[in-house]
């Protein structure tokens, strides 16, 4: 390529037909409703430990699982939910995990930040900054071993895009070209840091240019971008390209954990990005505008979307919790 800084060559646009369009609401509006419901249950005691809420920032999951495949691996850090549910993993299951109860994915023992479905190529949520990155790069090594045609999506934010495994797994993947796409979702602030405090270089896609890797750097708050941007980074690695970087401009609301009062931003700032930039009412604007879809069809979603979740809720609260002998099980010595 001419330049590492630009992007594989593009692929014909996403579709942006009603029912593609309704999918993606419908499946960002669950992300939302379900943080929403976390986030109350956490204040109720429910939910223990941390709890990193992915609100705002629905557009990149639900973008980048749109252009991918069957076999297809995700890995990523400790603000998980929405992934997990992008994913395909079941509300309850999810829920139930964050509630510490026996029903979850990873039968109580993992909570928020390290659940696990094997079924849905889901490789888990990792707590420790950056430790998925290089977890990432070995799937996309063992793809690569094996001769499939998987890639390997690595997501991290823009705090864990400063440490120094992330480069070493960069120096890896170009030089074995692994098909692994790091996702940066760039939500302006590393825990209460802004990116211009501690970043020398605040455009992340250009990241991988000492390594000949190329980025992109997209609108996270639009999904049909993301899923756009998604299928050219595909695209490339099944091509045997080797790695691309995806910087998704995006905005979390909420602060970095349950513990975060984020007083380092003011409420006019968060304000302006929910009334003009917000995913999830920016496509319900396009879905009328586009295909005249009404606001009861729109509440219609909502209203399932919000059984789904309260059905989760309750599963989560009845389940019992782990058996004292699971302690025991799924220990590696």
Known sequence: MASAAKAAKKTDAAPTDKATLLRYYREML???????RAGQLYGMGLIGGFCHLYIGQEAVVVGIQAALGEGDQVITAYRDHGHMLACG?????????LTGRAGGYSKGKGGSMHMFSRERNFFGGHGIV????????????????RGNDRVSVTYFGDGAANQGQVYESFNMAELWKLPVIYVIENNQYAMGT???????????FRRGESFRIPGKQVDGMDVVAVRAAAEEAVAWCRGGNGPIILEAMTYR?????????????TKEEVDQVREKRDP?????????????????EIKAIDRAVREIVADSAGFAQSSPEPDPAELYTDVLR
């Open 194 to 204: 802004a990116v211009k405090r501690a970043s020398a270089e605040t455009q992340f």
């Open 89 to 97: 993993m079941e509300a309850r299951g999810v829920m139930a995990e």
């Open 253 to 265: 609301y909420r602060g970095h954990s349950m513990s975060d009062p984020a007083k380092y931003r």
């Open 30 to 36: 669950l992300i939302r409703r379900f943080e929403e």
């Open 130 to 145: 950056g430790a998925q990155v290089s977890l990432g790069t070995g799937l996309g090594f063992a793809n690569r071993y």
């Open 280 to 296: 999830i009412d920016s496509l319900a604007r396009r879905l009328a505008a586009e295909h005249g879809v009404k606001e009861d």
